[in-house]
């Protein structure tokens, strides 16, 4: 609650406007992270050049796992290209 308080303060509303301003950035947020998420899937998916696809693979990764996931000296993934046929 000392966070809401210090908001609350900050802004010059009451705790309840506090809290309602909190829960739709909270809801806002999750959403653009629902929506970002499906971006990157979708370049990673589409994308058939291997190195775009390695880097959209990497970016895909950040977002299910964080920005940190992925160190600079990691071990490079690649992924193989399309082969056209499923079987």
Do not use: C, W
Not at 28 to 34: F, G, I, M, Q, S
Request: proline residues 3%; aromatic residues 6%.
């Amino acid at each position: 609650m000392a966070h809401v308080r210090r908001v609350a303060n900050g802004h010059h509303v009451t705790m309840s406007r506090a809290l309602v301003d909190l829960a739709e950035r909270g809801f806002r947020a999750e959403a653009d992270a629902k929506e970002q998420l499906k971006v990157s899937y979708r370049r990673f998916i589409e994308e058939n050049e291997p190195a775009q696809k390695n880097e959209a693979g990497r970016d895909l990764t950040r977002e299910i796992f964080g920005k940190d996931s992925i160190t600079e000296d990691s071990i490079s993934l690649t992924f193989p290209a399309p082969s056209g046929s499923i079987y």
